[in-house]
């Protein structure tokens, strides 16, 4: 069958035809074969280069040798045990060693757990129940959080089946916006027990914070003893070897990872200051449990993948980001594009709006009609990228420079395509 085809069949036995939403793009998703280093292979025989990437776990590419060679060896000792293993406490290792903020970590199975128990930690930890989110920010997909969220929409609908007692707890505010924090912390910050954000906002596209805007964070929220989260669960192992954390020289309490830390597994962590990790169970009293937190597969992936993630890597890896910014620049330049490219490290998106992006306000006033005609475009040309504006593009480390050099030129005729120039 075809990708068409197995849709249309698809859609008769999973919901939507998809398990995550934002796979359902019109008129319907390729279907995988296989991927190996950047490339992706479909059902209908296309091959292209990726700068999805799994949104965001595969920093190293498809199919990476070592990865696999540690699983399989892994994998013929047993694949969950419930109880302890070595590897756990040498992946932890390797986290408190990276990440300036992590003195204890747990292991969770996605990124979503890892913030829902963060949530909750810092709650248990200031025994205050409110929370601060950032409008369009995407924390995954839990009742806490999903507030005012972003992750591929544009204007997601708050969900359904969220009671309001729940969500009561949790208010937003504008990212970028020291005063509207600063606000509402005054008036209610006996009651607040945490402020998350994701340090680059990935999940309306890409969004940096203002200069001082994280250090304004970090000051607000030590004086007023709430607790600062740091969403790394995209920039986390991404940015640098220690996270946003490292690059911007910025500290919170706690910070929740995934994506990029279970190696192509699933696999989400939180992890934070000794004195309040200790409260999670079964030191603590802040319940946290899971079956399969800190699966010997993931962890074993997890493993090797933090140990190729060198500063030589990372030194490459922005070299190639930077490279590939420069000539997509050139390109709008050329053509004379009101379009506004965004992005550091290995993450870019092209806006489709004349604005600088500072927020979710401004970003959801992009051209998303034309940003789908370019995504066909690209796609035509052999490139897959996240197939909405809201989304991030990244690169990997097996993204080599002739890969670059075809995402630059697919990229200058679909802007043609899509602006009519
Ligand atoms: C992807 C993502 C999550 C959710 O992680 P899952 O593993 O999909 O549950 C949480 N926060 C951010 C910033 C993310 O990008």
């Given at each position: 069958m075809n990708s068409k085809e197995l849709f249309k069949e698809s859609k008769k036995y999973l919901s939507g035809g998809v398990d995550s939403p934002v796979r359902a793009f019109k008129p319907h998703p390729f279907f995988v074969e296989k991927a190996r280093g950047s490339k992706i292979w479909d059902v209908d025989g296309n091959i292209y280069i990726d700068c999805c990437l799994g949104y965001g776990p595969m920093i190293l590419g498809h199919g990476n040798i070592k990865i696999t060679e540690a699983i399989a060896k892994q994998l013929s000792n047993g694949t969950s045990y419930g109880a302890p293993t070595e590897n756990e406490i040498t992946l932890a290792k390797m986290v408190v060693d990276r990440?300036?903020?992590?003195q204890m970590v747990r292991f969770v199975n996605s990124g979503t757990e890892a913030t829902m128990s963060a949530i909750r930690l810092a709650r248990g930890f200031t025994k205050k129940d409110k929370i601060i989110k950032f409008e369009g920010?995407?924390?995954?997909?839990?009742?806490?959080?999903?507030?005012k969220s972003g992750s591929?929409?544009?204007?997601?609908?708050?969900?359904?089946?969220?009671?309001k007692d729940t969500t009561k707890n949790t208010l937003s505010v504008p990212f970028n916006d020291e005063e509207a924090l600063a606000n509402l912390i005054k008036k209610q910050k006996d009651e607040i027990a945490a402020v998350i954000v994701e340090?680059?906002?990935?999940?309306?596209g890409c969004v940096e914070p203002k200069k001082g805007f994280l250090e304004f964070l970090r000051e607000i929220t030590r004086e007023n003893n709430i607790l600062l989260i740091f969403d790394e669960v995209i920039t986390g192992f991404r940015l640098s070897k220690g996270g946003a954390q490292t690059y911007y020289h910025i500290v919170p309490d706690i910070v929740t990872m995934g994506k990029i830390i279970g190696g192509g597994f699933p696999m989400g962590a939180f992890a934070g200051k000794k004195e309040i990790m200790e409260m999670i169970a079964p030191s603590g009293n802040v319940y946290q449990a899971g079956?399969?937190?800190?699966?010997p597969i993931s962890v074993t992936a997890g493993i090797s993948t933090l140990k190729q993630l060198d500063q030589t890597f990372y030194k490459d890896l922005n070299k190639k980001g930077n490279f590939l910014r420069e000539k997509i620049a050139e390109i709008i330049e050329d053509l004379d594009l009101n379009v506004n490219l965004v992005g550091l490290s290995s993450m870019f998106q092209i806006y489709f709006n004349s604005k600088k992006v500072l927020n979710y306000e401004i970003a959801k006033q992009s051209d998303t009609a034309k940003f789908l005609v370019y995504f066909k475009e690209l796609m035509k040309n052999g490139i897959f990228i996240p197939?909405?504006?809201f989304e991030c593009n990244f690169i990997s480390c097996a993204h080599n420079k002739e890969d670059l050099a075809e995402i630059a030129i697919a990229i200058e005729s679909s802007l043609k395509i899509a602006w009519n120039k």
């Open positions: 990440v300036p903020s992590a920010s995407y924390h995954g997909a839990h009742d806490y959080v999903l507030v591929g929409a544009a204007t997601l609908p708050d969900s359904l089946g969220i009671p340090p680059v906002m990935g999940n309306i079956t399969f937190n800190g699966n197939p909405s504006q």
